[in-house]
C-alpha cells in the first residue's frame, strides 16, 4: 500500500503514520511531485494546489481514499472523482479555532476603525477617528457548520444577537437565536448588521452572495467573508462598498487568488484583506496528522472516516443529534 503525503510534513509526522501502518510505502511528494506520485497512491492525505491529473487517476482505478488537510474540497472534488468509488474525508472543523480567531481579527478591526488608525500612524497623526461597536449588533452567520459553530460560540460573549442559515438546521445552539434553512438566506441578510460566510464551495453556492444579495444587506451592513472567494461575485462587492452600500468588508479569500493587483479592493480604506491564512496555526500540521493517523487506523480497520464527505455537497453531512 502507497500513501502519498502533500503538506508540511516533519520526521515525527511521518514516524507517527507509519506507526499506524507499518507496511505502507509512505510517499512525502509535496507539492512538486504530488501530480507524479498521486499516479501510484492508494491513499492520498494533503491539500494539491498544483494542476492533479484526476481524471487519470479515476481511470487507473488505484486510489481509494482521499484524506483531505483542508475543510474545502474543490480542491479534489471534480466530477470524475465526485462519480468515482474513492472515498474522500475532509478536516471539517479541524481549524476552526483558528478560522474563528482570523474572522474577529477582520471583525474587530474593521469595527473599531483600525485601516483608519494604521494609515494614521504611519504618518505619525495622533487624531481621535469615529469607531462602531459590535456589542449589541445582530450577526448572521452563512453556514452553521464547524467553523461558524465555533464562530458563534464566541460571539456570544460579545452579547451580540446571533441568527443563521444552513443546509442541516439542526441542533441550534442555546446561543443561536434562530437558525434557519438555507433558503432563508435573504431573510438572515435583511435582519444582520455583520454577515459572515463560513460555508463551503459547491456548486449551488457559487456566487451566491451576488447583486441581489448585497441589495438585500441592511445599509452599513459589515461584510466577513472567510469560506471561499467564489461563493462571492467579486465585481458585487466592489461595488456594494464603492456605492456606500456597506460599511466594510473584510476578506480572507478571493474569487481569484491571489488577488490580482489592479482589484480596486486593495485601495480602499473600509477593506481589510488577508491572504487566505485563516485556517494557518502553529498546530496545523500536526493536527492534520492526527487525524489522518485516527481515520488511517479506520480505514484499515474496515471503518468510515470521520468527517466523510458527502461528494455531492462538497462537505461531511450533520447529522441531528
Same mark, same amino acid.
Given at each position: 500500500?502507497?500513501?502519498?503525503?502533500?503538506?508540511?510534513?516533519?520526521?515525527?509526522?511521518?514516524?507517527?503514520?507509519?506507526?499506524?501502518?507499518?507496511? $505502507? %510505502? /509512505?510517499?512525502? *511528494?509535496? !507539492?512538486? &511531485? @504530488?501530480?507524479?506520485?498521486? +499516479?501510484?497512491?492508494?491513499?492520498?492525505?494533503? =491539500?494539491?494546489?498544483?494542476?492533479?491529473?484526476?481524471?487519470?487517476?479515476?481511470?487507473?482505478?488505484?486510489?481509494?481514499?482521499?484524506?483531505?488537510?483542508?475543510?474545502?474540497?474543490?480542491?479534489?472534488?471534480?466530477?470524475?472523482?465526485?462519480?468515482?468509488?474513492?472515498?474522500?474525508?475532509?478536516?471539517?472543523?479541524?481549524?476552526?479555532?483558528?478560522?474563528?480567531?482570523?474572522?474577529?481579527?477582520?471583525?474587530?478591526?474593521?469595527?473599531?476603525?483600525?485601516?483608519?488608525?494604521?494609515?494614521?500612524?504611519?504618518?505619525?497623526?495622533?487624531?481621535?477617528?469615529?469607531?462602531?461597536?459590535?456589542?449589541?449588533?445582530?450577526?448572521?452567520?452563512?453556514?452553521?457548520?464547524?467553523?461558524?459553530?465555533?464562530? $458563534? %460560540? /464566541?460571539?456570544? *460573549?460579545? !452579547?451580540? &444577537? @446571533?441568527?443563521?442559515?444552513? +443546509?442541516?438546521?439542526?441542533?441550534?445552539?442555546? =446561543?443561536?437565536?434562530?437558525?434557519?434553512?438555507?433558503?432563508?438566506?435573504?431573510?438572515?441578510?435583511?435582519?444582520?448588521?455583520?454577515?459572515?460566510?463560513?460555508?463551503?464551495?459547491?456548486?449551488?453556492?457559487?456566487?451566491?452572495?451576488?447583486?441581489?444579495?448585497?441589495?438585500?444587506?441592511?445599509?452599513?451592513?459589515?461584510?466577513?467573508?472567510?469560506?471561499?472567494?467564489?461563493?462571492?461575485?467579486?465585481?458585487?462587492?466592489?461595488?456594494?462598498?464603492?456605492?456606500?452600500?456597506?460599511?466594510?468588508?473584510?476578506?480572507?479569500?478571493?474569487?481569484?487568488?491571489?488577488?490580482?493587483?489592479?482589484?480596486?479592493?486593495?485601495?480602499?480604506?473600509?477593506?481589510?484583506?488577508?491572504?487566505?491564512?485563516?485556517?494557518?496555526?502553529?498546530?496545523?500540521?500536526?493536527?492534520?496528522?492526527?487525524?489522518?493517523?485516527?481515520?488511517?487506523?479506520?480505514?484499515?480497520?474496515?471503518?468510515?472516516?470521520?468527517?466523510?464527505?458527502?461528494?455531492?455537497?462538497?462537505?461531511?453531512?450533520?447529522?441531528?443529534?
Amino acid at each position: 500500500m502507497k500513501i502519498a503525503l502533500c503538506y508540511q510534513t516533519q520526521p515525527e509526522f511521518i514516524e507517527a503514520i507509519a506507526q499506524v501502518a507499518p507496511d $505502507a %510505502e /509512505i510517499i512525502d *511528494a509535496g !507539492q512538486e &511531485r @504530488i501530480a507524479e506520485a498521486i +499516479l501510484e497512491a492508494d491513499i492520498f492525505c494533503g =491539500h494539491a494546489k498544483v494542476p492533479m491529473p484526476w481524471p487519470e487517476v479515476v481511470k487507473q482505478g488505484k486510489l481509494k481514499w482521499i484524506q483531505s488537510s483542508a475543510a474545502g474540497m474543490d480542491h479534489c472534488l471534480v466530477p470524475e472523482v465526485i462519480a468515482s468509488d474513492i472515498i474522500v474525508s475532509s478536516a471539517s472543523g479541524l481549524f476552526a479555532n483558528q478560522v474563528a480567531e482570523q474572522t474577529f481579527s477582520l471583525l474587530l478591526g474593521l469595527i473599531r476603525s483600525l485601516p483608519v488608525f494604521f494609515r494614521a500612524q504611519n504618518v505619525k497623526d495622533y487624531t481621535r477617528r469615529p469607531t462602531h461597536d459590535l456589542h449589541g449588533k445582530t450577526v448572521g452567520i452563512v453556514g452553521l457548520g464547524g467553523n461558524g459553530r465555533r464562530i $458563534a %460560540e /464566541i460571539l456570544s *460573549a460579545f !452579547q451580540t &444577537r @446571533i441568527i443563521a442559515t444552513d +443546509l442541516f438546521p439542526y441542533d441550534k445552539p442555546d =446561543h443561536v437565536e434562530e437558525l434557519w434553512p438555507a433558503d432563508r438566506l435573504d431573510d438572515l441578510l435583511a435582519e444582520s448588521d455583520v454577515v459572515i460566510l463560513t460555508l463551503p464551495l459547491n456548486a449551488s453556492t457559487y456566487h451566491i452572495i451576488d447583486e441581489g444579495r448585497f441589495a438585500a444587506m441592511k445599509q452599513d451592513a459589515w461584510f466577513i467573508n472567510v469560506a471561499r472567494g467564489q461563493v462571492v461575485k467579486e465585481v458585487c462587492l466592489v461595488e456594494a462598498l464603492q456605492s456606500g452600500k456597506l460599511a466594510g468588508a473584510g476578506i480572507d479569500v478571493a474569487e481569484i487568488e491571489p488577488l490580482p493587483h489592479d482589484s480596486p479592493l486593495w485601495e480602499m480604506p473600509n477593506v481589510i484583506i488577508t491572504p487566505h491564512v485563516g485556517a494557518q496555526g502553529a498546530t496545523r500540521n500536526a493536527d492534520a496528522t492526527a487525524l489522518f493517523c485516527t481515520n488511517l487506523k479506520r480505514y484499515l480497520d474496515g471503518q468510515p472516516p470521520i468527517n466523510l464527505v458527502d461528494k455531492q455537497l462538497g462537505f461531511p453531512v450533520r447529522k441531528p443529534s
